[in-house]
């Protein structure tokens, strides 16, 4: 059976899901990165500068071929589609509290390793390449600063 990234992103989220609804996001501003990873996660620095050419890259990917809008929303609020059947909800960028709590470095870490606990998979390399996910990340937490 061959599905597309869309497709294969909604199969994955579903497979993960505990309780059907909308459960609250679980602590969100909780470490991801295993205790004896963090040290080298936040010494990760984003190669891409946070210009609005980038910015804007990094949404094309997030609502589209990285799939992250089937979980995390076009808007990275943690209500797309397929984010509403896991527990805990996928994030929600917006939080204010998100970028000072959270480095580039650990959501990179995410990105290429899934997050234990959570529906979020691994989606470096076999989804988008390095680079576009820094620009990802780019666009992610630039939505802390809008309502």
């Known amino acids: 059976m061959k599905f597309g990234r869309i497709g294969l992103a909604m199969l994955v989220a ?24 963090m040290a080298a996660a936040k010494a990760w620095k ?3 500068k946070a210009t609005p050419d980038n910015i ?3 949404k094309e990917i997030f609502t589209g071929k990285g799939t992250c809008f089937t979980c995390h929303g076009n808007e990275g609020r943690g209500d797309g589609p397929a984010g509403a059947a896991l527990d ?24 290429k ?9 691994s989606y470096v390399p076999g989804v988008i390449s390095e ?3 820094a620009l990802v990340i780019l666009f992610e937490r630039s939505l802390a600063t809008q309502p």
């Open 113 to 121: 390793n899934g997050s234990p606990g959570t529906g979020m998979i």
């Open 131 to 133: 680079e576009e996910m």
């Open 56 to 58: 804007a890259k990094g």
């Open 14 to 37: 579903t497979a993960f899901t505990v309780n059907v609804g909308s459960a609250a996001e679980k602590d969100p501003l909780a470490p991801r990165v295993p205790a004896d990873q």
């Open 46 to 48: 984003n190669p891409m």
């Open 88 to 111: 805990p909800t996928p994030r929600n960028f917006h939080n204010p509290k998100f970028p000072t709590a959270k480095t580039e470095g650990e959501m990179a870490w995410v990105i």
